[in-house]
């Protein structure tokens, strides 16, 4: 069983706080940057910031869903989201970079044994930057 991770970058024209707020804000901003992957997006304690708790469900694939239950915590330049259900952990680093900001995001779970495992740690993390970069570029226009 291997650490299994995909990340995703982009650009954004927002200074740092704000896009720092805007990623930890699971109230307003989250639910409109999400791609059709989520579903049944709720949150169940908070909506802004550290202490947050969401739910949803990621449809990796037609046929592989997970069901996500996530307290947050942020720090300066960072929102951490922790999965209660498995040991996937994403976190969210926010740097400046010019005007703007450079967002990265990046996920990291523990990865099935044999055969299995070996098929996710090549296939699981293609599919998830492209989830990312989708949701990355939401959060680039919604900043814009």
Same mark, same amino acid.
């Given at each position: ?8 970058? *982009? ?5 740092p ?11 307003? *901003? ?22 947050? *708790? ?34 996937? *952990? ?14 990265t ?13 070996? #098929?996710?740690?090549? #296939? ?10 989708e ?10």
């Amino acid at each position: 069983m291997g650490q299994v991770s995909a990340s995703s970058s *982009v650009v954004v024209t927002a200074d740092p706080t704000r896009t720092l707020d805007a990623i930890a804000d699971y109230e307003s *901003v989250r639910p409109r940057i999400l791609s059709s992957h989520y579903r049944d997006y709720k949150v169940v304690e908070g909506g802004k910031g550290a202490g947050t *708790v969401v739910d949803w469900t990621l449809d990796a694939t037609e046929k592989r869903s997970r069901n996500v239950h996530a307290t947050i915590s942020v720090s300066d330049s960072m929102v951490t989201e922790r999965d209660s259900n498995s040991t996937m *952990v994403t976190t969210w680093t926010v740097t400046p970079q010019g005007e703007g900001s450079l967002v990265t995001t990046r996920t990291s779970w523990k990865g099935a044994g044999g055969i299995g495992g070996i #098929f996710e740690g090549i #296939f699981a993390p293609l599919g998830l930057k492209k989830i990312q970069a989708e949701v990355l570029e939401n959060l680039k226009e919604a900043l814009a």
